[in-house]
């Protein structure tokens, strides 16, 4: 029978820890560095005096370092609220920037909500959507984005990894369409930064999404980077912070969390032991399972902590349900007693009784080898009744 992790291990969590996709736990280097300005610095960073000198210090700092974990320019990173706010601010932003009859939007039918949802509005003020198919493995093909492009098209918009399948988009072969085409580029790479490289010349990108939490910074903070010369409308008007792209007294605490989260970042390195920690839960799940637990996603373009499996003819959700002290996710949700697929799976076109059995498992740092065989063996226990 499975047990959870001793009270102190795993980062002092509860239970074993398997959804570093949704959000990560502060890493304590990160909350070392919080800690002055929870007890004492308190000034505004936009103030010209004494108490304002270590929050301005501190923002400036954390700018520089966000910006060289994306080779990038310090001026061409600004700090949003999350991933969220900085996906909407690209897409709106660009959309009221550049606005014109029929202003036309590429993106993909894997998107995160924070991308599909502002494409949703934008359509409905005028804009036109172009909403492009998936393989099989959740990859778009970049010739059909280059079939989309139109004299109307503003923005491509793709992002770099996806969050419940891991698979990582071709962005270089996308951003050198968009080059050629005169279009702006921006990627969502929220759940790319500090698993995978992410310079943004290598991208190719004008826009770049970081989320903090998905970092092991704290939530309510992420950054966008915005290329030198790249002309957005601000979502939020007001002073003339950050470059005059976000209004509102800057968070020096939150933005050093980020700066530090994003250092860290740098070293690639413990994903090595991360992903192959990944691969041997998927060898023990086909040892155990066989045919039963299917793999979605590309095996080949994915991110290294992340596993999205099926388990034909079971329930996902019902499933985690069982794994007590295991936290993992699902993208399917129940309406009126009716399971509905994710909608990413769906786009990939995984068959409906495949893509309800789903589980996306993603590991963080701190997961250990007896974690992953312990829910190797608490689902046994669940799928074949052992123990």
């Known amino acids: 029978m499975f047990r959870p992790p001793k009270k102190g291990e795993n ?32 000034g505004n960073p936009s103030s010209g005096h004494w108490a304002s000198a270590a929050a301005k210090a501190a923002l400036e700092d954390a700018r520089r ?5 994306l080779g990038a320019k310090s001026e061409e990173i600004v700090f949003t609220s999350g991933g969220s706010e900085a996906n909407n601010l690209a897409l709106k932003g660009t959309f009221f920037a550049l606005r014109r009859d029929s202003a036309h939007i590429i993106t993909t039918a894997v998107e995160h909500p924070s991308i599909l949802a502002p494409c ?25 984005v280059r079939r989309a492009i139109t004299p109307a098209t503003i923005l491509i918009s793709v992002m770099h990894a ?3 399948v891991g698979t990582i988009e ?37 826009l770049l999404t970081v989320a903090g939490h998905k970092l092991y910074a704290p939530k309510g903070v992420g950054a966008l980077f915005v290329r030198r010369g790249v002309a957005l409308e601000p979502l939020i008007h007001g002073a003339g912070h950050e470059q005059g792209l976000r209004a509102g007294t800057e ?72 794994l007590d002290g295991v936290a993992a996710s699902t993208g399917s949700a129940c309406h009126a007693g009716r399971i509905e697929p994710s909608p990413v799976l769906k786009a990939m076109g995984v068959a409906c ?25 608490a689902l046994t226990g669940v799928l074949l009744g052992a123990g």
């Open 251 to 322: 968070s020096a605490l939150l933005a050093l969390a980020l700066g530090v989260a994003s250092e860290l970042a740098q070293d690639l390195r413990p994903m090595d032991r991360i992903r192959a920690l990944r691969d041997r839960f998927w060898r023990e799940l086909q040892r155990r399972f066989g045919d039963r637990v299917v793999q979605n996603g590309d095996p080949h373009h994915r991110l290294p902590n992340t596993l999205n499996v099926s388990f034909a003819g079971r329930v996902g959700a019902e499933i985690l349900e069982r």
């Open 353 to 377: 009784d495949i893509a309800k059995g789903a589980i996306r498992f993603s590991l963080g740092r701190q997961t250990s080898e007896e974690e992953i065989d312990g829910v190797v063996e």
């Open 162 to 164: 996806n969050n419940e």
């Open 11 to 42: 980062w002092g969590m509860k239970g074993i820890y398997l959804d570093a996709n949704a959000s990560t736990p502060i890493d304590p280097k990160v909350a070392a560095a919080m800690r002055p300005f929870l007890e004492g610095e308190f």
């Open 120 to 144: 949703g509005f934008l359509e409905r003020i005028g804009a036109r959507i172009s909403i492009l198919p998936v393989d099989r493995l959740g990859r778009v093909d970049p010739e059909e």
């Open 170 to 206: 071709p962005i270089a072969e996308i951003g050198a369409i968009a080059r050629e085409h005169g279009i702006r580029f921006h990627t969502d790479a929220a759940q790319s930064v500090g698993k995978i490289p992410t310079s943004v010349g290598a991208l190719g990108v004008d």
């Open 65 to 69: 370092k966000v910006a060289a974990t």
